[in-house]
């Protein structure tokens, strides 16, 4: 195999024959190709798109480079759901715990932040003592006993995903339809789910922005995953502002516990867990309708067993036990903290969910090269949702910053990201559709 050779004819437009993608990929996994190599059949790819035929041989032959996970000793049904990336979105922090309090059983190996994205194993990070590469025996007994376990690859699970995942992250080659559909797919097949249900996010803090684009990989993951044996459905959801009310590594932990504890209520967050966890415990057989599901998800909640099975797993992977119920004393905070001020009176009416994630990396908490080390303390926290009515000089969030000079930097281009107008803004449901 000639690396430079399929790189070539994808970048002329060829399609590839399945044979020349799993040898690539192959390659890939094995440490046998540069990240230029890597960077640039990314690129052409991106440029050049792949056939289905190709993305289920890219998908496959990802999912093939490492273990295949069974979990033939546990009888409830393996279930896990995956985001296409977005601002301020910790939904699976809180919808693994829920579903698992339901009866699923949930193995979610999940990702790094990626391009202007937040990533889920980067916030469990902000755990002191969390591990998010434990053994395959560990990994299972706290699936098996805690219901739930929100791990990252380890080199053991579709390794080939890992190093190109490190590489688009940083080289603007994530919002590519069939490398998300393989990324995204090869963990999850690997990972030997029996149900999924993706989060297509749709909007201008998505990879993809406009709706025709997120209907089409969704067609593409639901397509893909179904043919091979996973019963998969997607909802399409907004991203034109953040989903939580902070964005940043500690600070979305930090919003999690205080959903699961019941502290705080956050109507946009609310409505998107609830409806994956509905959708997933209908997928998966154990509620009969979404209503259903929907009672049974806010009954763990109200009743405290989701945040019995968080702290479960969070303890069984290294973190704290009392984590739920003391954040402040394991979270770390950052040396400054600064309101933004809203610049004049009005209604918030839209805003740059992707300037909002970029403003994150700013700030160090993301990646601008593969290797760097990211400070989970940063972000923004008290972000007023859309459709909120403010006066000037009223905070519309809060930043949190290694300095006064980052602070200062973070504030002015946050509060430049939001548009304040007269009229109160018609705001698109949370909830844009189902695939
Ligand atoms: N999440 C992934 O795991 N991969 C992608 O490419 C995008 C989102």
Request: glycine share 10%; hydrophobic share 45%; proline share 5%.
């Given at each position: 195999m000639i690396p430079q050779e399929i790189i070539r004819r994808k970048r002329d437009g060829e399609e590839l024959a399945a044979a020349d993608i799993v040898s690539f990929i192959e390659a890939l996994a094995a440490g046998r190709l540069s990240e230029g190599q890597i960077g640039a059949f990314a690129m052409a790819v991106?440029?050049?798109?792949?056939?289905?035929?190709?993305?289920?041989?890219?998908?496959?032959?990802?999912?093939?480079?490492?273990?295949?996970?069974?979990?033939?000793d546990i009888d409830r049904p393996i279930a896990d759901k995956h985001s296409t990336g977005g601002v301020g979105d910790n939904v699976s922090l809180m919808l693994a715990p829920?579903?698992?309090a339901c009866g699923l059983a949930v193995p979610m190996i999940s990702g790094r932040g990626l391009g202007h994205t937040g990533g889920t194993l980067d916030k469990l990070e902000s755990i002191p003592g969390y591990t998010i590469t434990p053994d395959a025996a560990l990994f299972r007994k706290v699936v098996k006993e805690a219901g739930c376990a929100i791990i990252g690859q380890t080199g053991a699970l579709a390794p080939a995903d890992g190093r190109l995942y490190a590489v688009r992250d940083v080289t603007a080659t994530v919002d590519s339809i069939p490398l998300i559909t393989a990324s995204i797919l090869s963990k999850k097949l690997a990972a030997g789910l029996q149900t999924l249900v993706l989060d297509v996010k749709v909007g201008n803090g998505a990879f993809m922005p406009d709706r025709d684009q997120a209907e089409i990989l969704a067609r593409s993951l639901v397509e893909v995953a179904n043919g091979a044996g996973v019963k998969t459905s997607a909802l399409i959801t907004d991203m034109n502002e953040p989903l939580a009310d902070s964005a940043g590594n500690a600070v979305e932990m930090r919003n999690c516990l205080d959903f699961l504890a019941g502290r705080k209520k956050d109507t946009r967050l609310d409505t998107v867990v609830l409806a994956f966890a509905a959708e997933m415990l209908v997928k998966s057989g154990v509620a009969a309708s979404s209503d259903e599901g929907e009672r049974m998800a806010r009954q763990v909640l109200s009743s405290g067993k989701a945040a019995e099975v968080f702290a479960r797993m969070v303890s069984m992977l290294g973190g704290p036990s009392d984590l739920i119920e003391n954040p402040d004393r394991y979270l770390a905070k950052a040396p400054v903290e600064k309101p933004v001020p809203a610049a004049r009176s009005g209604w918030l009416a839209a805003c740059d969910a992707r300037g909002i994630g970029v403003g994150v990396i700013d700030l160090g908490g993301g990646r601008r090269h593969p290797a760097d080390r990211i400070d989970h303390r940063v972000g923004f926290s008290e972000l007023l949702p859309l459709g909120s009515r403010v006066n000037a000089g009223d905070p519309i969030a809060l930043v949190h910053a290694?300095?006064?000079a980052a602070a200062e930097r973070a504030a002015a281009a946050?509060?430049?990201?939001?548009?304040i107008a007269e009229e109160k803004p018609q705001l698109a449901p949370v909830i844009a559709g189902l695939v």
């Amino acid at each position: 195999m000639i690396p430079q050779e399929i790189i070539r004819r994808k970048r002329d437009g060829e399609e590839l024959a399945a044979a020349d993608i799993v040898s690539f990929i192959e390659a890939l996994a094995a440490g046998r190709l540069s990240e230029g190599q890597i960077g640039a059949f990314a690129m052409a790819v991106w440029f050049k798109g792949m056939s289905r035929a190709e993305t289920v041989a890219l998908t496959l032959a990802m999912a093939d480079s490492g273990d295949r996970l069974e979990w033939a000793d546990i009888d409830r049904p393996i279930a896990d759901k995956h985001s296409t990336g977005g601002v301020g979105d910790n939904v699976s922090l809180m919808l693994a715990p829920i579903v698992a309090a339901c009866g699923l059983a949930v193995p979610m190996i999940s990702g790094r932040g990626l391009g202007h994205t937040g990533g889920t194993l980067d916030k469990l990070e902000s755990i002191p003592g969390y591990t998010i590469t434990p053994d395959a025996a560990l990994f299972r007994k706290v699936v098996k006993e805690a219901g739930c376990a929100i791990i990252g690859q380890t080199g053991a699970l579709a390794p080939a995903d890992g190093r190109l995942y490190a590489v688009r992250d940083v080289t603007a080659t994530v919002d590519s339809i069939p490398l998300i559909t393989a990324s995204i797919l090869s963990k999850k097949l690997a990972a030997g789910l029996q149900t999924l249900v993706l989060d297509v996010k749709v909007g201008n803090g998505a990879f993809m922005p406009d709706r025709d684009q997120a209907e089409i990989l969704a067609r593409s993951l639901v397509e893909v995953a179904n043919g091979a044996g996973v019963k998969t459905s997607a909802l399409i959801t907004d991203m034109n502002e953040p989903l939580a009310d902070s964005a940043g590594n500690a600070v979305e932990m930090r919003n999690c516990l205080d959903f699961l504890a019941g502290r705080k209520k956050d109507t946009r967050l609310d409505t998107v867990v609830l409806a994956f966890a509905a959708e997933m415990l209908v997928k998966s057989g154990v509620a009969a309708s979404s209503d259903e599901g929907e009672r049974m998800a806010r009954q763990v909640l109200s009743s405290g067993k989701a945040a019995e099975v968080f702290a479960r797993m969070v303890s069984m992977l290294g973190g704290p036990s009392d984590l739920i119920e003391n954040p402040d004393r394991y979270l770390a905070k950052a040396p400054v903290e600064k309101p933004v001020p809203a610049a004049r009176s009005g209604w918030l009416a839209a805003c740059d969910a992707r300037g909002i994630g970029v403003g994150v990396i700013d700030l160090g908490g993301g990646r601008r090269h593969p290797a760097d080390r990211i400070d989970h303390r940063v972000g923004f926290s008290e972000l007023l949702p859309l459709g909120s009515r403010v006066n000037a000089g009223d905070p519309i969030a809060l930043v949190h910053a290694a300095d006064e000079a980052a602070a200062e930097r973070a504030a002015a281009a946050l509060a430049a990201h939001y548009r304040i107008a007269e009229e109160k803004p018609q705001l698109a449901p949370v909830i844009a559709g189902l695939v």
